[in-house]
C-alpha cells in the first residue's frame, strides 16, 4: 500500500510559495534550456499521488511521463534498492559483471515478444537504447540508411534527435544531426487526407514507394517506430500498418525496431504494444517504465543480431546500474503480481467512457485516442480539424490550479495525454477526470 494519503489537497496556490522560492533558486542556478512543465517541487510522491513542498496533493496524470507505471517509491523497488545500495552501488558490468544484471536480460527476453533465441544489452536512458538499437542493425546488416516516421520521438542525442520530427524544442539549433536518416508518412488516421479507412493502405503504399525511390531497400538497416507515438501525440497508427511495415521489413532482410520506450512494461494494456499489433519486432528498445523510476534502458532482441556486433562494441560505464538492475525485477514482479496489463485494460475502460461524454458535450474535442493508460485527447477549432494549441495549454493549466497534474503533446502541440500511475485508484481517476471535464467546460 501507498503510504501517502491517496488525496488531493489544496493548501495553496499552485504553485504554492515554498515551490516559487525554489524555482527562483532554479533560474539562478539551473541551464534555462532545462524547462518544468510545473514548477510544483515534489517532496514525496506515490500511488496516484504527488505531495509537493507546500503540502499540496495533486493526482498524478504524468507518472514522470510514463515512468512510475507500479507508484512512486513503490514498496518491492524501496526495499531492493535499499539492499543493494548496502551492498555495492557500482563495479562496471564491463569490468567486473554482476547477477542483477543478468537477471534483467533473462527477464526482458521471456516477456517481450517473440518466441525465437534472444539477447539483452542494458543503458542508461531511452534515447541510449534507441541509438543502440541501430549500431546493432547497421552492425548486423552492413547497411546504413535509416527510416523514421513523420511524429516521431526517439530522444535529444545526435542521432536521436535526426529520428526525431518535431523541431521545437527537440532541433532548433542544434545541426547538423547524425546522416542516413529518411523520414517517412505515418498513418495518422484522424489527419489522413483521405480519412481514416484508407489510411492504412495508403501510407503503407507511400511508404514502400518512398523508401524504394528515395533510399533503396538494400541500403536500409533499420525502420524504427513507436507502436504508439509518444511525444507525437499518443498516435495510433491505423490498424495494419504496422504488421505491413514489419512484413515488408522481413521481406527485405531490414531489422524492425520497435521503441517502446513509452509503450512498454503494461501500459497499454499488454507487457509490449507490439503485441496488440501482433508484431514480433527484430529488436525492441525500453526504458521508462522499466525499472520504477531509477535510470535503465534496454535493448533486447533476436540472438542473431545482438551477437554479431563484435566483443566491447556495446556498453558504457553506468549502463545496467547495480541499483537500477534491482529496481526492474523488483518493479516486473510488481507487475505480475498485481496484473497491471490488465489494471491499464480497466483504465482505459473508464477513461474512453468519460472522455467520450466530453467529446460528445465539447465540439473541441476532435479526436480520443491510445490504448490502456495512455490516453489522449487532440483539441480543435469547433468543427473543424484545425489544431487548438492554445486551448490545449489553457486547459492543462487549469487543470494544474485545481491539482491535476496533465501533460501535453503532439507536432502541433494541440493534444493532451494522460499517463496515469497503473496503480492510481478508481476514486481518484475519475476526480482527475472531473477536473478536466470542468477545465474543458471554461476554456472551451
Ligand atoms: C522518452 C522517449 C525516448 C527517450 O528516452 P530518454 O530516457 O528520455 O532518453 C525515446 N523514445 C520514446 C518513444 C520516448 O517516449
Not at 15 to 29: E, I, V, Y
Not at 336 to 350: F, N
Request: hydrophobic letters at 45%.
Amino acid at each position: 500500500m501507498p503510504v501517502i494519503d491517496q488525496r488531493r489537497v489544496l493548501k495553496t496556490e499552485i504553485p504554492g510559495p515554498r515551490s516559487c522560492a525554489l524555482h527562483d533558486r532554479k533560474a539562478a542556478a539551473v541551464a534555462a534550456g532545462v524547462g518544468s512543465t510545473l514548477a510544483v517541487y515534489v517532496s514525496e510522491a506515490g500511488g496516484g499521488i504527488l505531495r509537493d513542498v507546500d503540502g499540496n496533493q495533486l493526482i498524478d496524470f504524468g507518472s514522470g511521463i510514463a515512468v512510475t507505471s507500479i507508484g512512486n517509491a513503490a514498496p518491492r523497488v524501496v526495499e531492493a534498492v535499499r539492499d543493494q545500495v548496502a551492498a555495492f552501488t557500482h563495479s562496471c558490468f564491463l569490468v567486473n559483471p554482476y547477477e542483477s544484471y543478468v537477471a534483467v536480460a533473462e527477464l526482458l527476453n521471456e516477456l517481450t515478444p517473440g518466441s525465437g533465441p534472444k539477447r539483452t544489452a542494458l543503458f542508461n536512458s531511452g534515447a541510449e537504447a534507441v541509438e543502440n538499437a541501430v549500431k546493432i542493425a547497421r552492425s548486423a546488416t552492413g547497411r546504413q540508411a535509416v527510416i523514421a516516421f513523420e511524429h516521431a520521438y526517439h530522444g535529444r542525442t545526435n542521432l536521436t534527435m535526426a529520428l526525431t520530427a518535431k523541431n521545437l524544442p527537440y532541433k532548433e539549433g542544434f545541426g547538423p544531426f547524425a546522416g542516413e536518416v529518411y523520414r517517412m508518412p505515418m498513418a495518422y488516421p484522424y489527419r489522413w487526407p483521405t480519412g481514416p479507412d484508407n489510411c492504412a493502405s495508403e501510407a503503407f503504399a507511400q511508404f514502400t514507394s518512398q523508401v524504394h525511390t528515395q533510399v533503396g531497400e538494400t541500403n536500409c538497416a533499420a525502420v524504427v517506430v513507436e507502436p504508439i507515438q509518444g511525444e507525437g501525440g499518443f498516435i495510433v497508427p491505423a490498424p495494419g500498418f504496422l504488421a505491413n511495415v514489419a512484413e515488408w521489413c522481413r521481406d527485405h532482410g531490414i531489422v524492425f525496431i520497435a521503441d517502446e520506450v513509452q509503450t512498454g512494461f503494461c501500459r497499454t494494456g499488454d507487457w509490449f504494444a507490439s503485441e496488440h499489433e501482433g508484431i514480433q519486432p527484430d529488436l525492441i528498445a525500453t526504458a521508462k517504465g522499466i525499472a520504477g523510476g531509477l535510470p535503465l534502458a534496454a535493448v533486447t532482441g533476436r540472438a542473431d543480431l545482438m551477437d554479431s556486433v563484435h566483443a566491447g562494441g556495446l556498453g558504457g560505464t553506468f549502463g545496467g546500474n547495480p541499483l537500477s538492475c534491482v529496481a526492474a525485477i523488483a518493479s516486473i514482479e510488481t507487475m505480475r503480481e498485481q496484473d497491471l496489463a490488465g489494471r491499464a485494460r480497466s483504465i482505459e475502460a473508464v477513461m474512453r467512457r468519460r472522455l467520450e461524454a466530453m467529446a460528445a458535450t465539447f465540439d473541441t474535442i476532435g479526436d480520443i485516442r491510445g490504448r490502456g493508460a495512455m490516453m489522449a485527447i487532440e483539441l480543435v477549432e469547433a468543427g473543424t480539424h484545425n489544431p487548438a494549441a492554445e486551448r490545449a495549454t489553457r486547459v492543462s493549466a487549469a487543470c494544474h490550479q485545481q491539482g491535476l497534474m496533465t501533460l501535453t503533446a503532439g507536432t502541433y502541440g494541440n493534444v493532451l495525454r494522460f499517463l496515469p500511475p497503473l496503480v492510481i485508484g478508481d476514486d481518484l481517476l475519475n476526480e482527475g477526470l472531473d477536473i478536466l471535464a470542468a477545465a474543458l467546460a471554461v476554456q472551451s
